[in-house]
């Protein structure tokens, strides 16, 4: 399976983006799909993940409510919904896959990872 993320871009603080994750190649027979980011000069971060079966979420504690998670199995496809974005929020954002079962927020706990998307939040 290869994951494919998009959606990146240049917005201003307040604003909103979208960012998807298509998986392609075989069969999507993975638990979850996660976003994590990663702030330059900072650590890779767990944002949100959807259970693949059910669309059940969680997320990171810095969300509060900002960004939703969300999955569309027909199209194999992950979402994540920016709101109300913070120049903090400037980081590439990376979508990932894991097999394991229950809520898996470490980055080693996920086998494959797309390629990142760069959000810039401007002020």
């Known amino acids: 399976v290869q994951l494919q993320a998009s959606g990146g871009g240049l917005v201003q603080v307040g604003g909103s983006l979208r960012l998807s994750c298509a998986a392609s190649?075989?069969?999507?027979?993975?638990?979850?799909m996660a976003w994590f980011r990663q702030a330059p000069g900072k650590e890779r971060e767990f944002v949100t993940a959807?259970?693949?079966?059910?669309?059940?979420?969680y997320y990171g504690d810095f969300v509060k409510g900002r960004f939703t998670g969300s999955r569309d199995t027909a199209k194999n496809t992950a979402y994540l919904q920016l709101t109300s974005l913070k120049p903090e929020d400037t980081a590439v954002y990376y979508c990932?896959?894991?097999?394991?079962?229950?809520?898996?927020?470490?980055?080693?706990?996920?086998?494959?990872w797309g390629q990142g998307t760069l959000v810039t939040v401007s002020s």
């Open positions: 990932a896959a894991t097999r394991l079962s229950g809520w898996a927020t470490w980055a080693r706990e996920y086998d494959v």
């Open positions: 190649g075989r069969s999507f027979n993975y638990v979850a």
């Open positions: 959807v259970r693949w079966n059910d669309g059940h979420q």
